[in-house]
């Protein structure tokens, strides 16, 4: 399945898409689950086929949100692919896994403008293609060989970042308002297949910059579930964006980083592709 979260004549639903349509949830089923992390909580995706309106919504008519609006977490994993550093002056060493988090504000949906940074921050905003999982049952402790039956399903993200801010801090150059994107939709785990057999393509103006396979991760995502949920609490609705592989534009020679009206791809196979043209500066 393909489940979608998206504003519909003011009203914020959810429901499944099939070809260039979604049918809505039912007012039922929202009056029980009113949005997509609480069905996960409740574990009921399997009745969405049978919760849904009959009346499907065109895609051109709906303006699709991050999947999961409001995660409790967004979890981002750095170097996870083997590419040179540093990354626009900025040198990194890592022995093991590396976390950081990202507010929920800094990613938007699909279709949605990226917001350009003002002054300094533009001159070296950069786009990073990334494999994202969510988490569907709740884990603690939980070891790598059983990791896999709490993911729900995949999605894409442009895990947009301040290339001079990471001189701050990871957290300062990661989070800046509306700088990055995440969807279209969650593509169910069934259907999505296993991250390793899913290729990331990401494009800037229709160049590719980013081409992978999820085979290539350092560090695999049952390794990285394991990890994480001996640090925290995973739940539904939580999200781990698995990490960025070589070509992003802090990366190129002679930096390639985002200008206003770029528009940026993230293709992942088995999900869809995301979409997002970059803004220009406010005043």
């Known amino acids: 399945m393909r489940i979608a979260s998206f504003v519909h004549q003011n009203q914020a639903s959810y429901g499944l898409v099939q070809g260039e349509t979604v049918f809505p949830v039912s007012t039922a089923f929202m009056d029980k689950y009113p949005t997509l992390r609480a069905?996960?909580?409740?574990?009921?995706?399997?009745?969405?086929?049978?919760?849904?309106?009959?009346?499907?919504?065109?895609?051109?008519?709906?303006?699709?949100?991050?999947?999961?609006?409001?995660?409790?977490?967004?979890?981002?994993?750095?170097?996870?692919?083997?590419?040179?550093?540093p990354v626009a002056g900025v040198a990194v060493q890592a022995d093991g896994i590396v976390i950081f988090g990202r507010h929920d504000d800094t990613l938007v949906g699909h279709?949605?403008?990226?917001?350009?940074?003002?002054?300094d921050a533009a001159k070296t905003y950069d786009f990073e293609g990334e494999i994202v999982a969510v988490i569907g049952r709740?884990?603690?402790?939980?070891?790598?060989?059983?990791?896999?039956?709490?993911?729900?399903?995949?999605?894409?993200?442009?895990?947009?970042?301040?290339?001079?801010?990471?001189?701050?801090?990871?957290?300062?150059?990661?989070?800046?308002?509306?700088?990055?994107?995440?969807?279209?939709?969650?593509?169910?785990?069934?259907?999505?297949?296993?991250?390793?057999?899913?290729?990331?393509?990401?494009?800037v103006n229709g160049t590719v910059m980013q081409d992978t396979m999820g085979a290539k991760m350092i560090h695999d995502l049952?390794?990285?579930?394991?990890?994480?949920?001996?640090?925290?609490?995973?739940?539904?609705?939580?999200?781990?964006?698995?990490?960025?592989?070589?070509?992003?534009?802090?990366?190129?020679?002679?930096?390639a980083f985002l200008l206003p009206d770029d528009v940026v791809e993230v293709e992942v196979s088995t999900i869809g592709t995301l979409r997002n043209r970059v803004s220009k500066p406010y005043s």
């Open 138 to 203: 709740p884990c603690r402790h939980v070891e790598a060989a059983d990791a896999m039956a709490h993911v729900a399903g995949y999605a894409c993200m442009n895990e947009g970042s301040v290339r001079g801010w990471q001189k701050h801090s990871i957290h300062a150059g990661k989070n800046f308002l509306a700088s990055g994107a995440w969807g279209p939709w969650l593509t169910t785990s069934d259907e999505a297949g296993p991250p390793e057999e899913m290729r990331l393509v990401t494009r």
């Open 111 to 119: 279709n949605a403008p990226l917001e350009m940074p003002m002054g």
């Open 222 to 255: 049952p390794k990285l579930i394991s990890y994480l949920s001996h640090m925290t609490r995973l739940n539904p609705g939580d999200v781990i964006a698995t990490g960025s592989p070589d070509g992003t534009g802090g990366s190129c020679t002679p930096p």
């Open 39 to 85: 069905a996960l909580e409740a574990d009921v995706l399997g009745e969405l086929a049978d919760g849904r309106d009959r009346k499907a919504l065109h895609l051109s008519d709906i303006h699709l949100l991050p999947p999961i609006p409001a995660p409790s977490k967004i979890l981002c994993v750095g170097l996870n692919y083997k590419k040179p550093y």
